[in-house]
């Protein structure tokens, strides 16, 4: 089984400037989970999906937004960026049960300038 | 609410010296806790979890770590360290069902040492 695949791995943006990063989960896995791991700290939540509907928000501006597809993929957009948005951005999926623990992609590295 | 700490951010073994890594955790429903390994420029793999059933967890690489209710604690261990362990370690706790996002500590640094 492929792993939860996330793209781009890096992608440079200037402040102000939208970005949208992309995951998909392992298959079989209906949960998808985001989170913001700024350099030196642990992962943050932003944001949880379980069958398309919005399971849970973090502490986080409404310029985070996210949507789960029909085929489970997500996306995570960031509007208006801050330089304090450069960060590795996780997801993670599990199985019908995310207390069974997630499986974390590789990430997205976001530096804004 | 749910909270870990984790202390010492960094730690520095032998290797094939005793590995511990501290985790306290802060929850007000039984928790459901996790151990999370992360090495350089990459995602983060489970270690091992535990769902309120042994109290011992075992998980990959010959790690292991016990849930002491009294304590809070929930403390990762090694018997002998391994230069491939070098890597940030993060410990996380859930609130339970309807409630499953995951809450990380700091992370720990652990280096070994040849």
């Known amino acids: 089984d492929a792993g939860v695949t996330q793209s781009p791995t890096h992608l440079i943006k200037t402040r102000g400037q939208q970005v949208t990063l992309r995951c998909s989960p392992i298959?079989?896995?209906?949960?998808v989970s985001w989170y913001q791991q700024v350099l030196g700290q642990g992962p943050q939540f932003i944001f949880q999906?379980?069958?398309?509907?919005?399971?849970g928000r973090g502490n986080f501006p409404d310029r985070f937004s996210a949507r789960q597809f029909p085929n489970y993929s997500s996306e995570l957009n960031v509007n208006a960026l801050l330089l304090g948005d450069s960060a590795l951005y996780l997801c993670?999926?599990?199985?019908?049960?995310?207390?069974?623990?997630?499986?974390f992609g590789s990430g997205t590295r976001l530096t804004v300038v | 609410a749910q909270s870990v700490t984790q202390l010492g951010s960094h730690v520095s073994v032998s290797e094939g010296a005793l590995v511990l890594l501290r985790c306290n955790y802060s929850?007000?429903?039984?928790?459901?806790l996790f151990w999370y390994v992360q090495y350089p420029n990459q995602g983060l793999q489970l270690l091992l979890k535990?769902?309120?059933?042994?109290?011992l967890v075992k998980g990959i690489n010959g790690f292991e770590a016990e849930f002491k209710k009294s304590e809070t604690s929930f403390h990762l261990t090694k018997p002998s360290a391994h230069m491939s362990d070098a890597a940030e370690y993060f410990c996380?706790?859930?609130?339970?069902?309807?409630?499953?996002?995951?809450?990380f500590g700091t992370g720990t640094r652990l280096t070994i040492i040849p």
């Open positions: 993670a999926s599990s199985r019908n049960d995310p207390l069974g623990g997630y499986t």
């Open positions: 298959s079989g896995h209906k949960s």
């Open positions: 999906y379980y069958e398309k509907e919005e399971r």
């Open positions: 929850s007000s429903v039984p928790p459901y």
């Open positions: 535990y769902t309120s059933a042994a109290t």
């Open positions: 996380a706790v859930t609130g339970g069902r309807g409630n499953e996002k995951l809450t």
